[in-house]
C-alpha cells in the first residue's frame, strides 16, 4: 500500500468503522431514553423478576412466549434490576448492539479478497444504524435476545467444511433452539439449517446429524420442563394468538410497506446489488482476481430469512415489527454480495479509496436517514390535536420513574400494585395480583373458572373478586387497563367497564390522573384504598 500525503486509504475505513459505531451508540441511548413505551416491555422484564425470585412461566403465572427470555433476563436481573425498566432497556441495547456487530462480522467472513473491512461496516449499518432497528432492539422483547441467538448459531455452522470437530455443529443447533426458546416463530430455523446441512450430507458426513442431537438437546432443556410440569398452560400461552383471526392480505402487504419503509437503505441496496448481477457481464475485475466462491453460511442465512419472513406473515397479525429479529440476515446477504458483484475500481490505492467513497455514502445516508426517522418525532411529542402539536414535558420512561416511585411510597413492599400497566410495577419494584402478570393480555372473559385458574389468566369472575378484595392500596390503569378482552383482544363491553369502575369505587377513591401516560399515551387514572 503507498502512503498519499501521509495517509494511507484504508485508514478511512477505519475511521468509518468508528463513525458508525459512535452512530449505533447514539442512537441506542437515544432510543434506550427517549424511546415510547411499549406494553410489552412489562410482562417480559416482569417475567424475568417471578423467574429469578423462583416462580416458573406457565407453571406460576401466564406468558405467551418461549421460556428462555425471562431466564436470561431472571439471571442477570441483578445487574439491571436496581435501574428498572432503564436496566432492562439497556441490556436489551446491549444484545441488539452485539447482534449488529455479529452481522457485520459474518458479513466480512463472506467478503471478497481485499473487501472484508467494507462489507462488515455495510452489514452493520444496516442494522445497528436503523433508528427502527434499534429502537426495537432496545426496549425489552424477545427480538434483540432471538437475533443474537440464531446470528450465533448461523456463525457456528457458517462454513461446514470446517466443522471437522462435531462440537460446532452441535453448538449451532443449540444456540438455534435457543433462538425458538426466545420466539418460538424462528423455530422453522431449525428444520432448515437441519435439510440444507443434510443436503450436503456426503460433502460434510456427519455434521447434519451432530446438529441434530445439539437442537433436540436445546429443545428438550429448555422446553421439557414447561412440557413436562405445565403442558396445559404452556400449550395455550404460546398458541393462544391463533385464534385472533386474521386481518388479511390488505394488513400483510401494509407491514411489508411499513418494514421496507423502515429498512429503506437496505431495500435500496438489495435493489442495487440486483442491478449489478443483472449487468456482471459487464463488469470489469482484476486479471489475478481469484476470488473464493461465497461461503455456504450465505446460503443458509438467506434461506433462515425467507421462511421465518413467511412464517411472519402468516400470523394472525403480521405487524412489520415481527420481522426485526431476521433483518440482520438480509443484511449480512445483502452486504456480501454487493461486494461481491461491484466490479474492482483497480488496484492498490485507487480500490481502498472507492471503497472509502463508498462506506461514507452508506454511512451518511444512515445518519440522514436516522435523523429524518418518523421515530424521531415521537421522542419529543405526544400527537396532534387538530392543529397542534402535543409536546412531551418529558420522556415517557422519565414520567414512569417518577410516577412510580409515588405509588412505591404508598405501597408497602409486601403488598401488591393492582395495574395492567405492568411496566409501571417493574418500576415501582412490586408485584401485581396473581393473573395479572401480562397485563391488558391476562383477561378471558369467555373462559370458564376451571380454565381461569389453571392457565393462570383471569376471567370475569376473577377479575371481580381482585377488584373487589382490597388488597391493594393502589389501583393505577391507564387506557388499556379495563379495556381489552383476549383472545382475540377485542374492546370491553362499556357496560362490563362500568361495572368495574363501580367495584373500584366501592373500596378506593380517585387520587389524581396523570394525561399521556406509556404506550399510546393515554390518561393514568389512580386510585388509593379508601
Known sequence: MTRENGFIPKDGLI?????????????????????????????????????????????????????????????????????????????????????????????????????????????????????????????????????????????????????????????????????????????????????????????????????????????ALLLGPPLLHARDAFLFSNFFHTSRGTEGLLFAAGSVSRLLRHYLPLAALVLATLALFGCRERATRAPDDTEAPPPPGLTLALSVFVAVFVVHLLSPFPYDDYQVPIMPLLAIVTATLFWRVLPVGGNGAAEWRRQCVLVAVLLVWAALGAGTSTLNEEWMIVGKDRLWIIRKEQPDLALLRTTARKIAAQVPPDKPLLTQDTYLAVEAGRRVPPGFEMGPFSYFPELDDADAARYNVLNERRMREALAAGEAPVIALSGYGLALAAPVMTPVPEEQVAAFLEIIGRGYRLDRTIEHFGQAHTPLRIWIRK
Open 15 to 219: 475511521v468509518l468503522a468508528v463513525g458508525a459505531l459512535l452512530l449505533a451508540l447514539v442512537l441506542y441511548a437515544a432510543n434506550l431514553w427517549l424511546g415510547n413505551l411499549n406494553q410489552d416491555e412489562g410482562w417480559y422484564l416482569y417475567a424475568a423478576l417471578e423467574n429469578a425470585a423462583g416462580r416458573l412461566p406457565y407453571r406460576d403465572f401466564f406468558f405467551s412466549q418461549g421460556p428462555l427470555m425471562p431466564r436470561v433476563y431472571g439471571l442477570l436481573a441483578p445487574l439491571w434490576a436496581p435501574a428498572g425498566v432503564a436496566g432492562g432497556r439497556a441490556l436489551t441495547a446491549l444484545f441488539g448492539l452485539c447482534g449488529a456487530l455479529l452481522a457485520g462480522w459474518l458479513a466480512a467472513r463472506g467478503a471478497p479478497r481485499g473487501r472484508w473491512l467494507a462489507c462488515g461496516i455495510t452489514a452493520f449499518l444496516l442494522t445497528g444504524c436503523n433508528v427502527y432497528h434499534s429502537y426495537f432492539t432496545t426496549i425489552p422483547k424477545t427480538y434483540a435476545l432471538a437475533s443474537l441467538l440464531l446470528l450465533a448459531g448461523l456463525a457456528a455452522l457458517w462454513n461446514p467444511d470446517q466443522l471437522r470437530a462435531a462440537w460446532r455443529a452441535a453448538l449451532g443447533g443449540l444456540l438455534l433452539a435457543g433462538a425458538a426458546c426466545t420466539r418460538l416463530s424462528l423455530g422453522i430455523a431449525l428444520p432448515v439449517a437441519g435439510l440444507y446441512l443434510l443436503f450436503y450430507a456426503r460433502r460434510w458426513r456427519w455434521v447434519w446429524f451432530a446438529f441434530g442431537l445439539g437442537g433436540l438437546a436445546g429443545l
